[in-house]
């Protein structure tokens, strides 16, 4: 069923596999606040690690062919990691008229701010394992000693995090463990947080790291970049219509619901 786009400016469309793209939403609020957001959770297929790369990627094309329909957005922000290190491609060439801001590892920018040399990458094992992921390091990252670290639980303790959930310690540093190296009296300085659930941990990855580093979230420059890419509207101009958030399971639980309502979204129950 389409959504009525009501008058004035097409909404900003945000996917994630879960909730961990509220992180992003959170900056692009910030940068663009005459949008209207559409938040997108694809809770039915997550986590997407089990998911074999064909299938996941048929079953995301088709998921964007009836979610661009049904909102017709401005642009989509793509706020998981794993899904357009995937398919970002196949989106742009399926849905050439669409702008798609996408999220990668910030391996860049944590070559070029390192002291120590030793950068790791945390995050899903998809995303770990993709040629896109290693190909930014041999683009911006030869310099550098670059430990990729495939978590496979840290997404879905970051959910239970964002929903109130206890999550033991040692669940959490059984996670993020891998990331701290010591070689040749040199540190790991930099960990890049390369799955935008993981941000929402940044204080308790704080409080269990064996030696200070700089956690680095992308959220913001994936926020500016949005920005850069949306048409300006008048000074004055406010968005109309709620924001909303919409899970294709169709069964949001009432922490998730809750959780929405905190964000200023309106869950809305269809898929």
Not at 103 to 118: D, Q
């Amino acid at each position: 069923m389409r959504e009525p786009a009501g008058e004035g400016a097409r909404p900003i469309l945000v996917f994630d596999s879960g909730i961990g793209g509220l992180t992003v939403l959170r900056e692009a609020r910030v940068l663009i606040p005459e949008r209207r957001f559409i938040y997108v959770a694809d809770d039915a297929a997550f986590p997407y690690g089990p998911w074999s790369e064909p299938a996941l990627s048929a079953h995301i094309l088709d998921l964007f062919g009836s979610l661009l329909e049904r909102f017709e957005p401005e642009i989509v922000v793509i706020a998981c990691n794993t899904a357009f290190t995937l398919v970002g491609a196949d989106l742009r060439a399926a849905f050439p008229h669409m702008p798609f801001v996408g999220t990668v590892p910030a391996i860049k920018p944590a070559a070029e701010h390192t002291r120590s040399g030793l950068v790791s990458v945390l995050a899903t094992p998809g995303t770990v394992k993709r040629a896109y992921t290693r190909d930014l390091i041999q683009s911006f990252a030869t310099q550098c000693e670059v430990n990729l670290v495939g978590s496979p639980q840290l997404a879905r303790l970051s959910e239970a995090y964002i929903r109130g959930e206890t999550v033991s310690d040692d669940a959490v540093m059984a996670e993020i463990a891998p990331c701290f190296v010591e070689k040749d009296g040199r540190k790991t300085d930099i960990v890049v947080l390369a799955c935008t659930h993981y941000p929402f941990m940044a204080n308790v990855f704080r409080r269990l790291a064996p030696w200070p580093v700089d956690w680095l979230d992308p959220a913001e420059a994936i926020a500016r970049q949005a920005r850069r890419l949306t048409p300006a509207l008048p000074e004055a101009a406010e968005p109309s219509g709620e924001d909303i958030a919409v899970f294709t399971s169709g069964r949001p639980d009432f922490s998730t619901r809750r959780l929405m309502q905190g964000f200023g979204l309106k869950t809305i129950s269809e898929a």
